[in-house]
């Protein structure tokens, strides 16, 4: 459920965004937000993150597209907060580039993405690009912490396998100390 709220909503700010830069900012001058810190410049993108691959438009369409149905397909395993936010983001960035690509000019599968947040000495960018990188900034801390989309931690599953190894091949599970009905006093 989390995984689908935060795709709708990161999803609907980013949409919007971009329907608002393409409104206001089309043949204008850039914008200064804050100083020269936060600009707004509209562009159009045909390519993928800092405009590599411009000639690739229509194989990253098709990336995108798989992209998004691994991201639907994991997230029905997902039962950690973390991961949820996570893959949300990840489904909204990825999902708000594609629709650029499906919609925009030159037309389907060759549509620019449209950029328009600026930065000092940075690449101009998007809601959905801010979302693809903290959606990777968080599935990067879960990795670094061992925790799998379904909450439980790798080193767990890795000490219980070196527990085993350490036993040797054949050995039988441990048994309880007790027997079945027998209270020890």
């Avoid at 993108?45 to 995108?64: K, Q, R």
Wanted: glycine share 8%; hydrophobic share 55%.
């Amino acid at each position: 459920m989390i995984v689908a709220v935060v795709a709708l909503l990161a999803y609907a700010v980013d949409v919007v965004t971009k329907l608002l830069a393409v409104e206001h900012l089309t043949g204008r001058a850039d914008v200064q937000l804050v100083g020269e810190i936060l600009q707004l410049r509209l562009t159009r993108n045909p390519g993928a993150a800092f405009s590599t691959g411009t000639g690739y438009t229509s194989v990253l369409s098709i990336a995108a597209i798989v992209a998004v149905i691994v991201i639907v397909w994991l997230s029905r395993r997902v039962r950690n907060t973390v991961w949820a936010f996570a893959l949300g983001l990840l489904l909204a960035g990825v999902s708000g580039n594609l629709t650029d690509r499906l919609l925009r000019a030159p037309g389907p599968l060759r549509g620019h993405v449209v950029d328009f947040l600026m930065l000092p000495n940075w690449p101009i960018f998007n809601v959905a690009d801010i979302c693809i990188n903290v959606a990777a900034g968080l599935i990067l801390l879960q990795a670094f912490r061992g925790v799998r989309l379904d909450g439980t931690r790798a080193e767990a599953d890795d000490a219980d396998d070196a527990d085993d190894a350490a036993a040797g091949p054949g050995a039988a599970a441990p048994e309880s100390a007790d027997a079945p009905g027998e209270v020890r006093p």
